[in-house]
């Protein structure tokens, strides 16, 4: 694969209106199902409040952000080649029917552009998604610019991911480009769990019980996580997966874990956040801590951080960067990104 | 160079029960017109009995896998395409990682697409190429779908009969380096300001308690203004002239069966070379989304109309949205 594809622009867009935690725990209810971790969920999650779109619909927050890294980037719209939404929530409409990309690509202009949306890997949909962006960028002369957005917003109450995380509304975009000399992404490995595939859904309208509409606790699309098999299947093979992609793509360009100058890893919660480090003893001066503060922002965790750890100084010229994340489905993936 | 893709193996499964086209309308409460049956030219499609979608992804997967004889651990890659809404909701759920552990190919991983009309197949075979051509560790996909019509939603826009959706699944193997088919090359053009000419409104987060609106609506009027025929001819002379040919070198086209009116209106910019298959299986499937390229690649190649060398051009308006054109070499 060419690897002079880079990251040329990224950038993000939060909602201003913010809900507390507090809040959250209690307009929202509590799976009664403990979690495995010895950790105490409300207590323990180092997340004090979450982002809400209220009246801004999902596309509109991926619109934001495209926006954003269009301007960031200077490029004219129509540089665009393609347009990738890799939104791992529901969207306006229906999908695999819709995707927001066809929006996007009217609201900022990419008229050259064509438009499609990867609909799985959950919160490593990114991954996904680079990876198939940049083999269409290294596979295509013609092709010299993506556009790669995400807009992400949560019924009213189903910001709580009992027993994952509780999660934020916002949408990310990331241009990339063939033929830069910074940022460049040097590997992209992805894995799933296929048997995994129904431990975390949305039912659907057509297979919801009507049982569940209204009430203290209204559930319209809300997920459903079937918390015994996530202690017993998921959680063992969690950080067996997460070394197999981190390994993966090292391999892959001939690096080691020792090259690896910087982490950005998923903003789950705290607990979640010190297992990582613990496990592939990271120290805390080599991966992103700050974005708890913005609660978890499914697959745009991967960006906003990303764009946070670099405006902080965190991410220096030289720089070997690893991005790594797990979603449902279930997938891993970690891509590495030289600076 | 690039090594080239070829197509190892490609199936349809469909489900055995057939309903036809009058019985459906009288069930929709729709009336069927003589000039309404003609335009579309569709006579029966096929209706599942019982089965998922995703189950009868896996089924054609399966056979697809065996067709090639391809062993499921040696698949790099899955690849999905359905349109059509699955068991869960999409994109928190996809039917690829329950074919991935159906069929046994524990060492791929998966990736679907959204939102692009029938042309979704030629994104996933556009995607496909590129995974496999460009990752050295990738060297076989399974593209594969299942789409399920909702009930009661068969028949597309009432008011002014566009198609007959059928259920069906279908699979396609991929590998680098393959003889026999060649993808050669895809080109692929959206228009943005028509992403909601054909949707489903209900059921998620604009309209997400009115089941009223969970049905596969389509806005006419803009499916009638688009130029959909001019842009196809345009998507389909970029990739021929791309690849220095003309559409004299091209020896058939297969096009989604939508209706004999559609394909009517797509003759003319492609000589006349609509293969007869996509009418008969128009005939008697209906529309059955990305599959309808599957469906009507297997009948040209089982019809022995096309020889070794020749070239097919698969082309799509995708419903006013994603018009694209694959070049396949046999």
Redesign the interface.
């Given at each position: 694969?060419?690897t002079n594809i880079g990251i040329f622009a990224a950038e993000y867009y939060l909602p201003p209106k913010k809900k507390a935690l507090s809040d959250i725990f209690r307009d929202e209810e509590m799976p009664a199902e403990p979690l495995a971790a010895s950790v105490d969920f409300k207590k323990d999650i180092g997340i004090e409040a979450v982002h809400v779109a209220g009246d801004e619909?999902?596309a509109s927050l991926a619109i934001n952000a495209a926006k954003r890294a269009i301007a960031h980037s200077g490029i004219d719209p129509q540089e665009i080649d393609?347009?990738i939404?890799f939104?791992?929530?529901?969207?306006?409409?229906?999908?695999?029917?819709?995707?927001?990309?066809?929006?996007?690509?009217?609201?900022v202009g990419?008229?050259r552009?064509?438009?499609?949306?990867?609909?799985?890997?959950?919160c490593a949909?990114y991954q996904?998604t680079l990876?198939?962006a940049?083999?269409?960028l290294?596979?295509?002369e013609?092709y010299q610019t993506a556009l790669l957005i995400a807009g992400d917003?949560t019924?009213e109450f189903n910001h709580n991911y009992y027993p994952i995380t509780v999660v934020s509304d916002g949408g990310s975009a990331v241009i990339l480009k063939k033929n830069v000399e910074r940022r460049r992404i040097l590997g992209v490995e992805?894995?799933?769990?296929?048997?995994?595939?129904?431990i975390?859904?949305?039912?659907?309208?057509?297979?919801r019980d009507p049982k569940d509409?209204g009430g203290k606790f209204p559930k319209?699309?809300h997920?459903c996580g079937d918390i015994a098999r996530f202690n017993k299947e998921l959680i063992p093979m969690n950080l067996f997966m997460f070394r197999k992609v981190m390994l993966g793509v090292l391999k892959?360009v001939g690096k080691k874990f020792e090259d690896v100058s910087y982490f950005i890893y998923p903003t789950f919660s705290a607990w979640d956040l010190k297992a990582f480090c613990e496990a592939f003893k990271v120290p805390k001066e080599k991966i992103f801590l700050d974005g708890l503060h913005h609660g978890h922002l499914q697959e745009t965790d991967m960006v906003l951080d990303y764009v946070d750890a670099i405006n902080a100084g965190r991410i220096k010229d030289g720089d070997l960067v690893m991005l790594t994340t797990n979603g449902?489905?279930?997938?891993w993936g970690a891509t590495l990104v030289q600076h | 160079m690039?090594e080239p893709v070829g197509i190892l193996s490609a199936v349809c499964h469909l489900p055995a029960h057939q309903r036809t086209v009058k019985d459906l309308f009288q069930e929709e409460g729709i009336g069927l017109s003589d000039e309404v049956a003609s335009r579309l030219g569709i006579q029966q499609v096929p209706i599942r009995n019982g089965e998922t979608a995703s189950n009868m992804a896996v089924a054609a997967a399966r056979e697809a896998l065996q067709k090639a004889g391809v062993n499921p651990a040696q698949v790099d890659v899955i690849i999905?395409y359905?349109?059509?809404?699955?068991?869960?909701?999409?994109?928190?759920?996809?039917m690829?990682?329950?074919?991935?552990?159906?069929v046994g190919?524990g060492k791929?991983?998966?990736?679907?697409?959204?939102?692009?009309g029938a042309s979704?197949f030629l994104?996933a075979l556009?995607?496909g190429?590129?995974?496999l051509?460009?990752?050295e560790?990738l060297k076989t996909a399974l593209l594969v779908t299942g789409d399920v019509t909702?009930p009661g939603n068969r028949v597309l826009n009432p008011a002014d009969p566009v198609t007959v959706l059928g259920d069906a699944a279908s699979a396609v193997v991929l590998r680098r380096g393959a003889s026999g088919s060649v993808v050669m090359d895809t080109e692929?053009?959206?228009?943005?300001?028509?992403?909601?000419i054909?949707?489903?409104?209900?059921?998620?987060?604009?309209h997400?308690?009115d089941?009223g609106l969970?049905r596969?609506e389509l806005d006419k009027a803009r499916y009638d203004a688009f130029p959909r025929v001019a842009t196809l001819q345009k998507v389909s002379r970029t990739l021929l002239d791309?690849s220095g040919l003309q559409l004299d070198d091209v020896a058939s086209v297969v096009s989604p069966n939508i209706s004999a009116e559609d394909h009517q209106q797509l003759q003319p910019i492609f000589g006349g070379k609509i293969a007869g298959v996509c009418a008969s299986n128009r005939e008697t499937h209906g529309h059955l989304q990305g599959s309808d390229f599957v469906l009507n690649y297997l009948s040209l190649m089982e019809s022995g109309s096309v020889c070794p060398g020749d070239y097919v051009l698969a082309a799509s308006h995708g419903m006013g949205?994603?018009a694209?054109a694959s070049l396949i070499r046999c």
């Open positions: 694969m060419n619909t999902a393609f347009i939404d939104t791992s929530i529901p969207e306006d409409y229906v999908a695999p029917t819709w995707s927001a990309a066809g929006l996007v690509q009217r609201e990419a008229t552009a064509f438009a499609t949306a990867i609909n799985t890997g959950g949909s996904t990876k198939v940049c083999s269409l290294s596979a295509n013609r917003k019924p992805v894995a799933t769990l296929g048997r995994l595939h129904d975390w859904v949305i039912p659907g309208i057509h297979n509409i319209w699309l997920v892959q449902a489905g279930f997938s | 690039k999905e359905s349109i059509l809404p699955q068991e869960y909701l999409v994109p928190v759920w996809n690829s990682n329950k074919v991935q552990a159906e190919a791929s991983f998966v990736v679907g697409f959204s939102g692009n979704n994104v556009n995607c190429v590129a995974l051509q460009e990752n560790n909702i692929l053009s959206s228009e943005g300001a028509n992403h909601d054909c949707y489903i409104p209900g059921g998620s987060l604009v997400p308690d089941l969970y596969l791309r949205a994603m694209g």
